[in-house]
């Protein structure tokens, strides 16, 4: 069994499948022979001299034809900067559809146009740069072939104008911005359309539908004339300055103010190897997390927006599946202080990339909570054509500690660590993906039953999704810098879909899918078991609507309140049944006005039955005003002492983007299960490229009686030196 499953995961991957798919796409960049203006009007001499990529394929709403908005597009560089430039006609006069100006835009919701580059060429990590049709830029890291990360902000220039047939963009991305192995003349390249009025996805190289634009196994080649520039000497220190005050008014503390420095520094190591250092960051800018109703066993998981974790942060955050992750940077400076830190991240070569980070947080003398110390390390080597193999250490250590020293104080751990590897499978033509991996922790006291294993494989064409994953997770398995909300347990996952593809009328696509999550004690005892079927059909006018219904099991291992509000707790033991159905529906994208709705209705813990109701509305004064609301409800009938419980969460934001350098947004979320109403209001000046000021205005209150919980104001200016 054990070799039959290794030749699963390895025949997909396997040398003979080594060429690229795409490689007879080929656009040739020479050098620039004059300047080149960044000012949306492709009249520059440069341009004329350039090589053009035209005929654009569709990927939807078909992948069969030729694209039926017209694209063109030019690459030049000089010895700082690589330029594009890309022309795109429209079949209306100054008809466009955007959200906002506001930076790294829901893709799906505008018009835009995308430049994905695979500086290494290996198909499986590079950069995304573009634009929406008012101007709005879009940056972001590609990882794993097909994976994106727009939290990664860096320094580049580009502009957009309009004229009657068509809207121009042209920038410059300096070499010191991204990431390249020095003398490697032929990097990989795809460039994106989206005009979501007529509707149309279009890509240069083409790419079958199931798949998304930022696929690095679907690039096409871009020649140099020569090897790209040394970026030379790259060294950028981002300090910071910060004052404001907080106040809180539930404990009747007096108010504090802040005034704090601090900086971080980007070393360009080598064109593919960077590292970061920061000295008493700042994360006060960083916008507040949208809050949900909590109805859920386990802990919840949001994700980081920390600028400093980001770059390269798929070495690191990747590693793992969504519940079982032996690193999450949320743990490091949760509630205290980070005083310094360094990260070593990018490519060695072609085949290997490396990830070190060393952390230090301050100790807090109240709780008695030690000074720790976060390290982790990362190696990747890609195997055959797109696979790769992982390894990651991690260890968190408590500095100079003695619980003995701190009586009537809590007792933190002296140290925990982690040690794990994974095989990560993607086939030439992303058919076959998958992971296997193995992972132990090490903990005082704690050396048995320590150990997670999980495996997954799934197959993806344009009408079948099939997938297996399973998993399991060690009694004592422990990572408190991870993400693993659940141990103790094995569980099985199969997924099985279909779509069907209309020849005519107004359905793209349709069809089913089942899945089912399995979850059982060591000695295959199920202690859980959600089963969904669903069918959900896909509008040509990008509209969707979907129906499901579910079958659920649950036998408590641990009591457990259904409604999180201390009423009281269902016993250890105890079994719970009940189906579930529901319906979603989305409108089109390229109207002024959307909304999404969705509903459920079934039973719930101890007999009882819930009801829950969403929706998102959303209206936009385009390009400089953006209003949405989202608003769920959940109405639960339960036996005592629970009775009846009403939840309302309501969530109103007002985005004003006055230009793409200056933003205003506010966003008020009212949460009654915890009795709260926040207060967020952030203003957003980017003067320079990267560099910018920041006015936060945070208030928490009760709903009833109205009254003021806490309160913070801060001023943050910071500026990116090279």
């Not at 066993?297 to 994700?303: D, G, Q, S, V």
């Not at 899945?515 to 040509?540: G, I, P, Q, V």
């Not at 560099?691 to 928490?700: A, K």
Request: proline residues 5%; contains cysteine.
């Amino acid at each position: 069994m054990r070799y039959f499953l290794l030749l699963i995961f390895l025949i997909p991957g396997s040398p003979i499948f080594a060429q690229k798919i795409n490689s007879a796409y080929q656009l040739r960049i020479a050098k620039s022979k004059s300047a080149i203006r960044i000012d949306g009007n492709t009249d520059d001499a440069a341009w004329a001299d350039a090589e053009p990529a035209k005929d654009f394929y569709m990927v939807s709403p078909m992948d069969t034809s030729y694209a039926k908005v017209l694209t063109e597009v030019r690459m030049t560089y000089d010895d700082q900067n690589l330029y594009i430039s890309a022309i795109c006609y429209q079949p209306k006069a100054k008809s466009y559809a955007v959200e906002s100006l506001r930076r790294d835009f829901a893709y799906t919701k505008n018009d835009n146009f995308l430049l994905i580059v695979d500086p290494f060429d290996d198909q499986t990590n590079g950069f995304t740069f573009g634009v929406n049709a008012a101007g709005a830029q879009w940056d972001g890291l590609i990882f794993n072939s097909n994976g994106y990360d727009l939290s990664w902000d860096n320094k580049w220039y580009s502009e957009v104008k309009h004229y009657e047939d068509r809207w121009v963009f042209e920038a410059a991305i300096p070499f010191k911005s991204i990431r390249y192995k020095k003398g490697i003349k032929t990097w990989g390249i795809n460039f994106s359309r989206l005009d979501i009025k007529v509707p149309e996805k279009s890509a240069w190289a083409k790419i079958p539908r199931q798949f998304n634009v930022a696929s690095l196994a679907y690039t096409g080649n871009l020649l140099w004339d020569q090897a790209p520039p040394d970026a030379g000497t790259n060294v950028s220190v981002i300090p910071y300055v910060l004052g404001g005050f907080t106040k809180d008014y539930d404990n009747n503390v007096s108010t504090k103010f802040k005034k704090e420095i601090g900086a971080d520094a980007k070393i360009g190591i080598t064109s593919s190897l960077n590292l970061d250092l920061t000295v008493n960051p700042d994360f006060s800018q960083i916008e507040v997390d949208k809050q949900v109703t909590n109805l859920d066993r386990f802990e919840l998981f949001f994700p980081e927006r920390r600028q400093f974790f980001l770059e390269n942060a798929d070495l690191f955050a990747n590693f793992g599946y969504s519940t079982i992750r032996p690193f999450f940077s949320r743990r490091i400076g949760l509630g205290v202080p980070i005083e310094f830190g360094a990260r070593l991240s990018g490519s060695l070569d072609k085949h290997w990339r490396i990830g070190a980070m060393d952390m230090q947080t301050k100790s807090i003398g109240k709780t008695g909570l030690p000074a720790q110390n976060f390290a982790v390390l990362a190696l990747q080597r890609r195997v055959f054509s797109r696979s790769n193999i992982r390894f990651m250490f991690v260890n968190k250590q408590s500095v100079n500690y003695t619980p003995a020293d701190h009586p009537g104080k809590p007792v933190f751990s002296l140290f925990n660590r982690n040690v794990g590897v994974e095989y990560n499978l993607v086939s030439k033509n992303n058919l076959w993906v998958g992971k296997t991996m193995m992972l132990k922790s090490f903990s005082p006291q704690k050396n048995s039953d320590d150990l997670v294993h999980a495996a997954n494989l799934q197959y993806t064409s344009k009408k079948w999704v099939l997938s297996w994953q399973h998993e399991v997770v060690g009694q004592n398995y422990n990572a408190e810098v991870g993400y693993v909300p659940r141990t103790d347990f094995v569980r099985l996952n199969p997924k099985a879909g279909y779509l069907f593809f209309p020849k005519g009328g107004k359905i793209l696509n349709h069809g089913p899918v089942l899945n089912s999550s399995y979850y059982f004690t060591k000695s295959f005892n199920n202690t859980d078991h959600e089963t969904t079927l669903s069918y959900k059909l896909t509008h040509r006018n990008q509209s969707t609507f979907e129906a499901w219904a579910s079958d659920n099991y649950i036998r408590l291992l641990k009591s457990f309140d259904p409604v999180n509000t201390g009423k009281g707790s269902l016993g250890v033991g105890s079994e719970h049944f009940w189906t579930t159905w529901g319906l979603t529906y989305a409108s089109k994208p390229q109207k002024e006005y959307t909304y999404n709705f969705s509903g459920q209705y079934g039973g719930y813990f101890a007999d009882g039955t819930r009801l829950n109701m969403a929706a998102d509305l959303g209206y936009r004064f385009q390009p400089y005003v953006n209003i949405a609301l989202s608003t769920s409800y959940n109405h639960i009938v339960l036996p005592q002492p629970w009775g009846t419980t009403n939840f309302w969460l309501v969530g109103p934001r007002t985005d004003f983007t006055f230009s793409n350098k200056l933003f205003f947004t506010t966003f008020v979320q009212y949460n009654n299960q915890q009795k709260n109403i926040n207060l967020n209001t952030r203003f957003q000046w980017r003067y320079k490229p990267a560099s910018d000021l920041f006015l936060v205005f945070t208030d928490n209150y009760y709903p009833s009686p109205f009254a003021v919980r806490n309160r913070a104001l801060v001023l943050k200016f910071t500026y990116w030196w090279n």
